[in-house]
């Protein structure tokens, strides 16, 4: 087990971090209030969380800085700077939606993310020593250096918050639903009442919009709540535990902090049943042969 890995269990279980998180939750939790910018902070309209996309920038332009730095050359001074003053701009939107994806996580999530989000914060306050020194005829490139070397940390905590403990990803990316016609539902039995039921071990959400039944996915993308739990208003579904609403038609996200659609199904009543299927077209939910 390498060093970060250590490093990362012990952050895991680190509970004496629950006095930090609770205060930084409750302050988040005031800034990011209007469900607009949570949208917006969530990264709704680009279909993809908005975090990672803004920290590739930011932290792209301070590790290129460094990279000229290293080079040498003095002729390259100007552009590391403008480098820098990029990715310290960045980091604004980075930060915020970086805060608004930490709200919706608990316990280790939580944990690892503050130290991930404190770790970034020292290395951007480090290039932001370099550019301070440089617009005062200093080098700079040392705290540049050590700035390089704290986002390397901070951007491996990420990486874990992502692929080791499943943070943003769509929680519905690995279920298959049936491609071939599927009975689920007598159809006297679905109404505008919001109602799962389960096929080939997915559950589904269930009901009618304008007279015509419809189905998707009854696990939010978001973090896995079961919508069918969650409040109807008109012709959407409020996700029971953060809010996000669903197109109940479409599985369009209409407000954050979701970002991906609900996928939907396919359905036809014929003989007095309902029956659905999905044309999956995705390999990572389907089994090899």
Known sequence: MSILERLTDRIEGASGLDALTAPAAAFWGRVLSP??????????KLRH?????????????????????????????????????????????TVVAGWSDWLY????EKRVGL????????????????????RRGGDGRTAGFVGAAVL???GWLGGHLAYAQGVRVDTNAFEAGPTDWTDVAATGDVTVALTQVEVDGVPLLL???????VALADRCGHRGAPLSDGEREGDCVVCPWHGAR???????????????PQ?????????????????????LRINPA
């Open 263 to 283: 996928p939907a199904y396919e359905v036809r009543e014929a003989g007095g049943r309902v029956e659905v299927r999905r044309l999956e077209q995705r390999a």
């Open 246 to 260: 669903y197109d109940l038609a479409s599985g369009d996200v209409l407000t954050g902090p979701a970002v991906r």
């Open 115 to 134: 130290v991930h989000a404190a770790t970034n914060a020292t290395g951007l306050t480090a290039y932001g020593l370099s550019l301070l020194q440089r």
């Open 105 to 108: 996580t608990e316990q280790a």
């Open 207 to 213: 009901t009618r919009v304008a007279g015509t039944t």
């Open 152 to 154: 390397a940390v901070g």
């Open 35 to 44: 469900s607009w910018l949570t949208t917006l902070a969530s990264g709704t």
């Open 49 to 93: 969380p908005a975090h990672p996309a803004a920290a590739t920038f930011t932290a792209g332009s301070l590790l290129s800085a460094s990279v000229l730095d290293a080079a040498g050359d003095r002729r390259m001074r100007p552009a590391s700077e403008l480098l820098i003053t990029a990715g310290v701009v960045g980091a604004l939107p």
